[in-house]
């Protein structure tokens, strides 16, 4: 059968949907003890005392430990990680899972009360007394940059790390001084808090002997988070089970080695009994790290007729007040794709990193891939109001190779982009949007002065995903590898089992893994068990991040299966008593070349190989076999998406009235799919462009740190999203790329290209995220020259 490229239905949905399915804070365990967290309400103070005696003596609590407390202790036996120092030089202060002499945010842990109910531990957290001396905060980006104060006292700047990647400044500094048109335009990236459906949670377990130690967590990456804390807490990883069981979304939010996790592994190793604690929502905003928060200043140098020359970037990225696992990374992430999907002869990049008072950034869905895509397509669409050219022209006249199809092409910022053809999918999209039709009707409005009027954004993105090869990333000073583990076994009763190192949150890999073994193995996908998420069951992988599951772990899966058919046809050519070099296999059938009535399914080799009575000499037992895979290049997937929007301009309120996404990720393995990741990655994209934003005080208090305040779209605020795809297919066996973060990297651009393409006859030509009613309007009301 032909399982890839069908939309089949997820079959990890159903034990979803009827209840089944088994999160953190469903397993209940006999003796457990719930953690109660307190906080500090300052974003940066130094800990004079804490006086714990009235939590102690509450009902239930079992005991309360301050950070100094737990030092004493020696939980640990280093800080939390932080596994991408970028730079050899970079500032990295000590993290420690509680706070014992300072506080660097608002929310950071002071002490730990353990109690036998939630309830209890949290009751009694609000009894501890903490006396802190408040001391200058750091609470925005720009304040870090100009080192009004430091953000840790004993630092002298807030400055962690300075990157460049200028490969020729020569030919940079040329293509500037000979620019015919420029384009200078500076962005703010806004802080996001990433709001999973399931907030994070952990459960440690310890053995009753032995010393093992299983801990359960909402986590992306369960085989990071073990080799994690067996180096932070001097456990040894071969005592360490790390169970990540159904995970409730992710978006990078759960990519991390948080204090929770490190506190109750330890504890329980110390106390003998389990510890747990789940996230408050209202928690959220100050224990798991937030996404995105950098200034941007990027500069274009064009020919006369638009042609791009040269592309000069300069980052500062807010780190908040500690370097998180990949914290220092992610604006890097974006580095390379400054460019765009472009054709740019020349191109410097330079990112300086900054701590501040605030909670600690890291990845979010995208993770520098959306802020360099935002960067680029809001340039590319001023280039064009220069010039004197719509945006889709503007755009043509640029794409790498001329809009045409190309593989491993040298794109300036050093990268090797696998695969593209940009010109058809433009054009699709454009189609797809009846292009020539919404800029007849903008115009229309426009000449009769309507309240309300169009706008309409253009985004070309191209991404970098799968994140991998192994080399590279050491290259990059990346404290793991790029590679994925599978393992493929065909059992005795013809069913196969397949254990992924790649680790779900949403993303259907049950489904697309079993397409993809029952296509490579000729059984139906039915017959297909996938293991995953489970370090005892699954003890090699990279986990799932950065939409790197199909393009590294899926490949491996079907390179397992390609290992599998091998073995299985020197079994079948001895069975068959033929050469194997005559043996053919289609639809799950060994058959002979020349003799189509010789034949024998694959199952039946498999129970011959279990059974071992007839087996070639050097041939072992069982069909088994396992692969790493290690690509020898990222993915780059790329796409069109098209925003329509309608502008009150009398209100200023912004509404999504059309989206249409065009997007390319090579060959698809379940279409439906990848329509959902589309369609979920566009929301959150626009929801940043549109809602979501972190609010902090002068003190650096979040200001809207619940869901009453923080913006997070429904399905009332979208409209019907119109999807379509080109394919390109990658270089890799499968021709398959990334999609998981697609619809985010192309969304946010298209939006706001869309309001200021709507506002433009004011001679509006840029506006703030989140383009808020109040924003929308003020900036209409003071090109008008009216009064605030």
């Known amino acids: 059968m032909n399982a890839i490229g069908t939309p089949m239905k997820r079959r990890e949905d159903p034990k979803l949907l009827t209840g089944e399915g088994k999160f953190v804070d469903d397993i209940q365990v006999a003796g457990q003890l719930w953690m109660g967290m307190v906080r500090s309400p300052f974003a940066h103070a130094k800990i004079e005392s804490i006086d714990a005696s009235a939590a102690e003596d509450a009902p239930g609590v079992h005991a309360v430990y301050t950070g100094a407390q737990l030092q004493e202790m020696e939980l640990w036996i280093a800080p939390l990680p932080c596994a991408w120092p970028v730079t050899d030089d970079m500032v990295n202060p000590p993290h420690f899972p509680v706070a014992a002499e300072e506080v660097h945010h608002v929310g950071e842990i002071v002490a730990v009360v353990l109690a036998d109910s939630r309830y209890e531990a949290a009751d009694a957290a609000e009894l501890v007394v903490v006396d802190y001396e408040p001391l200058p905060a750091v609470a925005s980006i720009e304040a870090a940059v100009a080192d009004e104060a430091t953000a840790h006292s004993e630092l002298d700047s807030n400055k962690a790390f300075h990157w460049p990647l200028i490969p020729d400044p020569e030919a940079l500094d040329a293509a500037f001084a000979n620019a015919v048109h420029t384009v200078d335009a500076r962005f703010v990236q806004q802080r996001l808090i990433p709001a999973p459906m399931e907030p994070r949670g952990v459960l440690a377990i310890p053995s009753p002997h032995g010393g093992e130690i299983t801990l359960y967590s909402a986590t992306q990456v369960p085989h990071i988070l073990k080799v994690m804390i067996a180096a932070t807490s001097g456990i040894s990883e071969a005592k360490l089970r790390i169970i990540a069981p159904a995970v409730g979304g992710g978006f990078g939010a759960k990519l991390n080695v948080n204090p929770d996790e490190l506190l109750a592994v330890t504890l329980a190793n110390r106390l003998g009994r389990p510890v747990r604690w789940t996230e408050p929502r209202s928690e959220a905003a100050f224990s798991t790290h937030q996404g995105r928060g950098q200034l941007q200043h990027i500069e274009l140098a064009a020919d006369a007729d638009g042609k791009l020359t040269g592309v000069r970037v300069h980052?500062?990225?807010?780190?908040?007040?500690?370097?998180?696992?990949?914290?220092?990374?992610?604006?890097?992430?974006?580095?390379?794709?400054?460019?765009?999907?472009?054709?740019?002869?020349?191109?410097?990049?330079?990112?300086?990193?900054h701590f501040t008072n605030l909670t600690p950034t890291d990845a979010y869905r995208g993770a520098g891939r959306p802020e360099a895509s935002y960067a680029i397509e809001r340039a590319m669409d001023l280039l064009a109001l220069e010039v004197g050219v719509g945006p889709d022209e503007i755009r043509r006249r640029n794409f790498l190779a001329g809009g045409e199809a190309f593989e491993n092409l040298d794109v300036a910022s050093t990268l090797t982009f696998d695969s593209g053809h940009y010109g058809p999918n433009l054009e699709r999209a454009l189609e797809l949007a009846d292009y020539e039709g919404l800029r007849a009707e903008q115009k229309r409005r426009r000449d009769a002065g309507e309240r309300i009027q169009m706008g309409i954004g253009l985004c070309t993105y191209v991404e970098i995903c799968g994140l991998a090869p192994s080399r590279a990333l050491g290259g990059l000073n990346y404290g793991a590898g790029g590679w994925e583990h599978a393992t493929v076994?065909?059992?005795?009763?013809?069913?196969?089992?397949?254990?992924?190192?790649?680790?779900?949150?949403?993303?259907?890999h049950e489904t697309s893994w079993s397409q993809i073994v029952g296509d490579k193995l000729g059984i139906d996908p039915a017959d297909v068990t996938v293991l995953h998420s489970d370090t005892a069951i699954s003890p090699l992988g990279l986990d799932t991040y950065?939409?790197?599951s199909l393009s590294v772990g899926g490949v491996a899966i079907a390179a397992a299966c390609d290992k599998v058919v091998e073995k299985a046809k020197l079994i079948a050519a001895h069975s068959l008593e033929a050469s194997p070099d005559d043996i053919q296999f289609e639809?799950?059938?060994?058959?002979?070349?020349?003799?189509?009535?010789?034949?024998?399914a694959i199952q039946e080799v498999a129970f011959g190989a279990f059974t071992a009575h007839d087996l070639p000499d050097?041939?072992?037992p069982n069909l088994q076999e396992q692969v790493s895979f290690d690509p020898p290049n990222f993915a780059f997937p790329f796409g069109t998406h098209v925003a329509v929007v309608d502008i009150d301009e009398e209100t200023g309120e912004v509404r999504l009235t059309d989206y249409i996404a065009v997007d390319d990720c090579g060959n698809q393995i379940n279409p439906m799919i990848v329509d959902g990741q589309v369609h979920g990655g566009i929301v959150q994209g626009v929801a940043q462009a549109l809602w979501e934003e972190a609010v902090y005080d002068d003190d650096g208090n979040c200001q809207n740190p619940s869901l009453l305040d923080y913006l997070v779209p429904s399905a009332a605020e979208v409209p019907s999203i119109v999807t379509d795809s080109t394919i390109t297919p990658s270089t890799n066996p499968l021709g398959v790329k990334g999609v998981g973060e697609a619809g985010t990297i192309g969304s946010a651009a298209a939006v706001i290209n869309a309001i200021c393409d709507g506002l433009s006859p004011h001679g509006i030509t840029d506006m703030l995220m989140p383009a808020t009613p109040q924003r929308v309007w003020r900036a209409i009301n003071d090109a008008k020259g009216g009064a605030a």
């Open 587 to 600: 639809a799950g059938v060994f058959s002979v070349a020349g003799s189509p009535d010789q034949t024998v």
């Open 618 to 620: 050097g041939i072992e």
């Open 489 to 508: 076994r065909l059992l005795p009763t013809g069913k196969a089992e397949v254990v992924s190192g790649s680790t779900p949150h949403g993303q259907g």
């Open 315 to 353: 980052i500062d990225a807010d780190m908040g007040a500690y370097m998180m696992l990949i914290t220092p990374g992610v604006p890097l992430l974006g580095s390379f794709l400054y460019t765009g999907v472009y054709d740019v002869p020349a191109f410097g990049f330079t990112c300086e990193g």
């Open 546 to 548: 950065g939409s790197r």
